[in-house]
């Protein structure tokens, strides 16, 4: 690879408009699509359903999909990367919000990246059953986190 200065390896910022669908009211995380270009995933942060929404180019609404066995006690991160199954893309929803020190145990849900030919005609939500819960503690006591990264190996 070329020596860049690090601002030349990326394009400037640019909008693409408000997001159409109406349900993302308080987005929290955004994980660019890796089956889908120029497509990302998104959530909504605490007390919204278990559902995450792909966003289109022109921030068109490409899809709702609720997350199976999940809940959204103060979900904060998303990302995308590998998993257990070479090959497959992996969604990691990081529920790892913790405002009030109230949870003992943080989760991070992990599932293949869904595909858009699981939707059905009526454009309604598509479930995804069977995510992945990974449970962890750390070692020192309840904390209030904010970001997810995966290693992509």
Same mark, same amino acid.
């Given at each position: 690879?070329?020596?860049? /200065?690090?601002?030349?390896?990326?394009?400037? #910022?640019?909008a693409a408009?408000?997001? /159409?669908?109406?349900?993302?009211?308080?987005?929290? =995380?955004?994980?660019?699509?890796?089956?889908?270009?120029?497509?990302?995933?998104?959530?909504?942060?605490? =007390?919204?359903?278990?559902?995450?929404?792909?966003?289109?180019?022109?921030?068109?609404?490409? =899809?709702?999909?609720?997350? /199976?066995?999940?809940?959204?006690?103060?979900? /904060?991160?998303?990302?995308?990367?590998?998993?257990?199954?070479?090959?497959?893309?992996?969604?990691?929803?990081?529920?790892?919000?913790?405002?009030? $020190?109230?949870?003992?145990?943080?989760?991070?849900?992990?599932? #293949?990246? #869904? $595909?858009?030919?699981?939707? *059905?005609? $009526?454009?309604?939500?598509? $479930?995804?059953?069977?995510?992945?819960?990974?449970?962890?503690?750390?070692? *020192?006591?309840?904390?209030?986190?904010e970001t997810?990264?995966?290693?992509?190996?």
């Open positions: 690879m070329q020596d860049l /200065e690090l601002c030349e390896l990326f394009e400037g #910022p640019f408009g408000e997001p /159409e669908n109406s349900a993302i009211d308080e987005a929290s =995380g955004l994980a660019v699509s890796r089956a889908y270009p120029g497509h990302v995933w998104t959530h909504n942060d605490s =007390g919204d359903f278990n559902r995450i929404f792909l966003i289109g180019p022109d921030a068109e609404d490409a =899809g709702t999909f609720c997350i /199976e066995p999940s809940g959204n006690r103060n979900w /904060e991160d998303m990302a995308i990367g590998p998993g257990p199954a070479v090959g497959i893309n992996y969604l990691y929803i990081a529920d790892i919000g913790d405002n009030g $020190s109230q949870y003992d145990v943080n989760r991070i849900f992990r599932f #293949p990246e #869904p $595909s858009l030919a699981d939707r *059905d005609a $009526s454009g309604g939500m598509i $479930s995804i059953v069977g995510a992945e819960m990974i449970q962890f503690r750390y070692p *020192d006591g309840m904390k209030d986190a997810l990264m995966i290693d992509p190996g």
